[in-house]
């Protein structure tokens, strides 16, 4: 099994809802394990067609996820774009000078996987190709491994993301990926039936390790009083 990363991105419609329903359709895929995932941040588009302004476009809500796979780099894009299509997204087959300029209804970018180099054809690029440059993949990236090194460059995620500016991404505080805000306030919250903590803890069994280890600590302080 390797560890990859995945970029994650919406810019159309319910855009934290289709984040969602990307990872539930990697959850349901045999040969990916979900780990964890970033927090979200909001984006400006991070280029806009020319005549056009980054106002007139939705801001992007974008994410980091880790998966551990058993899937070959081609069968794991492969398997990416269909989960993009049955989400909504319609590639309208533009050129890809034209084309990076729609909206996304999804976007999902496989950003490294384990320490692969692989140059094949204009979707599959491991590591991605423009990764190293863009704020809002190594910012969430550094989120999850920071002193991850980039196979090709030699820095870690940390030390490329200090030669990006990424001040205009904004941490979004309605919600994890992986869960809702109710959820939260029922797990943390100390005035909750224990037993209904519980039951809802054990079925995210997948939360991002220090929001696990707050449940865990809440857990067992209620089950000691």
């Not at 919406?10 to 990916?32: C, F, H, K, T, Y």
């Not at 964890?36 to 984006?43: D, F, K, M, P, V």
């Not at 056009?52 to 551990?68: D, I």
Request: negative net charge; aromatic residues 6%; glycine residues 8%.
């Amino acid at each position: 099994m390797e560890r990859v990363y995945l970029g994650l991105g919406s810019n159309v419609g319910d855009r934290l809802a289709m984040l969602r329903a990307a990872v539930q359709r990697l959850r349901e895929i045999g040969e990916i394990s979900v780990v964890t995932a970033s927090r979200l941040y909001e984006t400006e588009p991070w280029e806009t067609e020319s005549g056009r302004t980054a106002g007139e476009q939705t801001r992007h809500l974008n994410c980091v996820v880790a998966v551990e796979t058993g899937l070959a780099p081609a069968a794991l894009l492969s398997a990416t774009q269909e989960i993009e299509a049955a989400l909504g997204r319609a590639r309208s087959g533009a050129p890809q000078e034209a084309g990076r300029y729609e909206p996304r209804t999804l976007d999902i970018d496989i950003l490294l996987y384990g320490e692969e180099v692989i140059s094949g054809s204009d979707d599959l690029h491991i590591p991605h190709l423009l990764m190293h440059e863009r704020g809002f993949v190594l910012k969430p990236l550094a989120d999850l491994a920071p002193e991850l090194e980039h196979p090709v460059l030699y820095q870690t995620v940390r030390e490329l993301l200090e030669t990006v500016a990424h001040d205009d991404l904004v941490p979004v505080d309605h919600g994890h990926l992986f869960l809702d805000a109710e959820f939260l306030a029922q797990v943390l919250a100390i005035d909750r039936q224990l037993l209904h903590v519980h039951l809802r803890f054990q079925a995210h069994g997948f939360l991002e390790l220090g929001l696990r280890r707050r449940c865990e600590a809440q857990f067992d302080a209620r089950l000691h009083e």
